[in-house]
């Protein structure tokens, strides 16, 4: 009983949100008129046709994108003052926004007509899937830029990161201070999980629409012309424009924000985190939604094999997939029957009406069924009846003349049963239903209105063709008279555009509101909290000197005890990091007020008999301030192993790639001169040069001495931008083994 009463508290709750959003809905199909220009019924196919916009635009934007923090923002810069690519790079922002906006009206118009339920669900946890990967895809894309918005989402990252085992090391490795060099490893990593998740993007679309049979991936050709060239206005007359670059010694006080991405930033710069954990339980909830919600009972399609003839029509016409014709085992001398795969079936009864011996039936059962409604009229036949779709709300007052029948879709309709009433004596039906491209069973209203036509097997005979009308609207204010709802299904015929002149500018009028709002919402500054920051940052190994700093006296036999960061701010203990290991990797950012503040900061190393005292000063800070301290320790040589690895790199443009342009073996010329035995020519190539400061000369100057036979200028000049010392001290290392 109490399952019961969920189940009818959730299917009235359901109804009465569905017709809560028809009503929002009436004004603007009321003044489109015409079903096939009004954008709610194509918010899927209009968010996948945004997607694509968005994937073109992107790979080009990507051919001339660079990896580092410099590189990457006066790349993304000098787009912007290339017309093309300035109107190529609106197109990728504006696509974004307007993908967010359709998904979300869309996953809305899916909950309250109940498509998300039962065999439904794979569709909309993949949707919720696919909403998440948009979101995160529009994230690291702002990122890419590394201009003041990034700087704001890289401290959101770092002081997540920082807090989790292994964060500070990838920190310190890839993102702060001189190992992340000029940061193309981190802005590769975004750059490859911005294009993962788009992939992820495609997967996700595809289980999307894996249930379904005629998919529709793309809307009408008039609706691509509308959206893209609205696009393309709104990118001509609305560029994207620059922030200033990211600044590592300064926080921006403000600047415009895309609120439908970056709404974190607000929630994280106040502090309001508990809004993110309900946000977080949210998105849990919402992706269980098709258990957690009760309503009607699913129902699922049954056969009765004495019945099935093995026609296929049931086959043909399941919208789902659900049924498929089988070899006979009752040993009858049809060839096939029907087999409802019941994880398939959504019990939508279109199978119903395409059943000519009426073969098939729904339980649990309606609560108006085929077979009633026929035992019903052969003693209490009407002259006319309407036909309702459950979907849809009835008018305040009743009708006159007609017996209203409720029915789950109006696809279930079966014209046999429809030419036996007539027979019978039925004067008139009207079939009222969704409005065409917006059946909630997705084809109930066209196949209706093509077997009632005699376009559609089965057919209802020509003799009472006459008689039946059809109506697919969203709404009804009255009744409609009989014979006076005769309104075919046009929406998947090509639109004419003498037909729609006034429709489609009431459509496009809709569509700048739609696509003009997250512009409008991004002229919105954002006002960021002023507060001063320190960071420190480096990285130590136990025994080892730090540089720049004196060494206390070191331990004859130190004892087993961790290494501990520990940084005071005016007396007072506000941070620590410590670890067993041998190696300690730290990140710490504390916000700071402003004015003097007195930061410490102290190395406790067992190796050594006191603490080392790294800093301690008064620091003087303004409102947004950064100050930044790193710390590392003394290096003796390269390492050549890690040099070798750097050797071996192939990706051209973000390190060495030594490896395609020099063979390691003797007498091999690939583009420059073999490095086989290197080491040796080396400490002879130009007099007075040792080997180590030829090869370091050759790495960072390498037209200051071409090898004879040569050309010059082929090799990269700019490997003090791309490497770090460290690593360039590596890189020496190896070459100096190879003699």
């Known amino acids: ?156 990252f770092s002081d997540m990161l920082s807090h989790w085992q292994g964060g500070e090391s990838f920190l310190v490795r890839f993102f702060v201070g001189e190992r992340a060099g000029s940061g193309w490893e981190f802005l590769l990593m975004v750059l490859l999980f911005h294009l993962g998740i788009s992939a992820l993007v495609g997967l996700f679309l595809w289980w999307h629409l894996q249930r379904l049979r005629r998919r529709r991936w793309l809307p009408p050709s008039f609706w691509m012309g509308i959206v893209g060239g609205l696009l393309l206005l709104i990118a001509l007359i609305f560029p994207v424009g620059m922030l200033p670059p990211a600044n590592p010694a300064h926080w921006s006080p403000a600047f415009p924000l895309d609120w439908f991405y970056l709404f974190f930033l607000p929630l994280w710069q106040n502090r309001w985190l508990w809004l993110g954990w309900i946000a977080l339980i949210a998105l849990l909830m919402l992706t269980a939604l098709p258990w957690l919600w009760k309503g009607d009972p699913l129902r699922r399609a049954v056969v009765d094999l004495s019945r099935c003839d093995g026609c296929t029509l049931c086959e043909r016409d399941c919208p789902y997939g659900a049924i498929r014709m089988v070899p006979r085992t009752d040993g009858a001398r049809a060839k096939w029957e029907a087999e409802v795969d019941a994880s398939l079936c959504v019990g939508c009864g279109i199978c119903l009406g395409s059943c000519p011996t009426l073969a098939l039936s729904l339980t649990p059962s309606p609560l108006v069924t085929l077979e009633s409604l026929d035992e019903h009229f052969s003693t209490h036949l009407p002259r006319n009846v309407i036909f309702l779709c459950s979907h849809l709300p009835e008018p305040p007052s009743s009708p006159e003349t007609a017996t209203v029948i409720r029915v789950s879709c109006t696809g279930m309709l079966n014209p046999a049963l429809l030419g036996k009433w007539f027979g019978d004596g039925l004067e008139e039906a009207q079939i009222i239903g969704c409005p065409a491209e917006d059946c909630a069973n997705r084809e109930g209203n066209r196949w209706t209105e093509e077997r009632m036509r005699g376009r559609r097997l089965p057919r209802l005979k020509e003799a009472f063709r006459s008689r039946v009308h059809t109506a697919w609207v969203a709404f009804l204010s009255t009744w409609p008279k009989a014979g006076n709802v005769n309104t075919p299904v046009t929406a998947y015929a090509p639109v004419s555009w003498s037909q729609v002149k006034r429709p489609a500018l009431l459509a496009v009028v809709v569509m700048i509101a739609l696509l003009g709002l997250p512009l409008a919402l991004s002229l919105i500054p954002f006002r960021l909290d002023s507060h001063p920051s320190l960071i420190v940052y480096g990285w130590h190994q136990a025994g080892h000197p730090l540089r720049g700093i004196e060494p206390p006296v070191p331990v004859a036999s130190p004892e087993k005890a961790p290494l501990r960061l520990v940084l005071e701010v005016n007396g007072k203990q506000v941070a620590e990091r410590s670890t067993q290991r041998e190696e300690m990797p730290f990140f710490i950012h504390f916000p700071l007020e402003q004015g003097q503040n007195q930061v410490r900061i102290l190395l406790h190393d067992p190796a050594f008999a006191s603490p080392q005292v790294l800093f301690d000063q008064k620091v003087e800070v303004s409102a947004g301030e950064v100050f930044s301290l790193g710390y590392y320790d003394e290096r003796k040589g390269g390492d050549a192993k890690q040099g070798e690895r750097l050797f071996s790199e192939r990706v051209v443009g973000v390190n060495t790639g030594c490896h395609i342009c020099h063979s390691l073996q003797p007498d091999v010329v690939i583009v420059g001169p073999s490095l086989a035995g290197i080491a040796t020519r080396a400490a002879s190539r130009i007099p007075g040069m040792s080997a180590e400061e030829y090869i370091r000369q050759s790495i960072l100057q390498p037209n200051a001495y071409v090898v004879p036979g040569f050309p010059s200028g082929v090799m990269p000049p700019n490997f003090s931008e791309i490497l770090t010392p460290e690593q360039i001290d590596d890189l020496v290392a190896f070459l100096l083994t190879l003699k």
């Not at 709750?13 to 003044?31: G, Y």
């Not at 994108?65 to 790349?75: K, Q």
């Not at 309250?112 to 696919?130: C, E, K, N, S, Y």
Request: positive net charge; hydrophobic residues 50%; proline residues 3%.
């Open 1 to 156: 009983m109490r399952n019961q009463s969920l189940e009818m508290v959730g299917a009235r709750l359901l109804r009465w949100i569905e017709r809560v959003s028809r009503r929002i809905e009436q004004p603007l199909a009321h003044l489109i008129g015409d079903a096939r220009l009004n954008p709610l019924y194509h918010t899927g196919t209009i968010t996948i046709f945004l997607l694509v916009v968005i994937l073109l635009t992107g790979i080009y934007l990507t051919m001339f994108y660079p990896f580092g923090f410099t590189l990457s923002y006066e790349a993304v810069s000098r787009m912007e003052q290339n017309p093309i690519s300035r109107v190529i790079r609106a197109l990728h922002r504006y696509a974004s926004d307007g993908a967010v906006i359709f998904a979300l009206l869309h996953a809305w118009r899916t909950f309250f007509q109940d498509r998300f339920r039962g065999p439904r669900w794979l569709a909309w946890v993949t949707g919720v899937g696919l909403a998440l990967l948009v979101w995160l895809i529009g994230v690291s894309g702002y990122w890419l830029i590394w201009d003041e918005r990034a700087q704001w989402i890289s401290r959101v």
